[in-house]
């Protein structure tokens, strides 16, 4: 049974860091792409960055750059995503997603990803 399992959210002063791991079990990481997204109160799900098997990355969110930053430990079957300055407005439930095939390229938007974890949330307020 494939199971992708967040853990590592909380609340954080505005200027923190939160470091999220996904772990994976039921497939081989190794094959996959891995996505996070995040969604806030009210707003749509959105993506934040992917990597792929490369271990390279692609942000779907300008506003995260410079200040997030994702890594693999296929050994560990787990995807850890970095985030540092933390913002209130990065506050959201953040999730992580395989993509739906092995594949060499991060998908292109959401529909390409499949079996979503249930998430973590993460609270940025002073």
């Known amino acids: 049974q494939v199971q992708l399992v967040e853990s590592g959210g909380g609340l954080v002063q505005p200027g923190g860091s939160l470091r999220l791991s996904c772990t994976v079990s039921?497939?081989?990481?190794?094959?996959?792409?891995i996505g996070w997204f995040r969604q806030a109160p009210g707003k749509e799900r959105e993506g934040v960055l992917c990597?792929?098997?490369?271990?390279?990355?692609?942000y779907y969110l300008d506003s995260v750059k410079g200040r997030f930053t994702v890594s693999r430990d296929n050994a560990k079957n787990t995807v850890i995503l970095q985030m540092n300055s933390l913002k209130p407005e990065d506050t959201a439930v953040y999730s992580c997603?395989?993509?739906?095939?092995?594949?060499?390229?991060?998908?292109?938007?959401?529909?390409?990803?499949?079996?979503w974890g249930r998430g973590t949330q993460v609270t940025v307020s002073s």
């Open positions: 997603a395989k993509s739906l095939v092995p594949t060499t390229r991060c998908p292109s938007d959401q529909p390409g990803f499949g079996s």
């Open positions: 039921g497939f081989t990481l190794d094959y996959y792409a």
């Open positions: 990597i792929n098997i490369a271990s390279l990355s692609t």
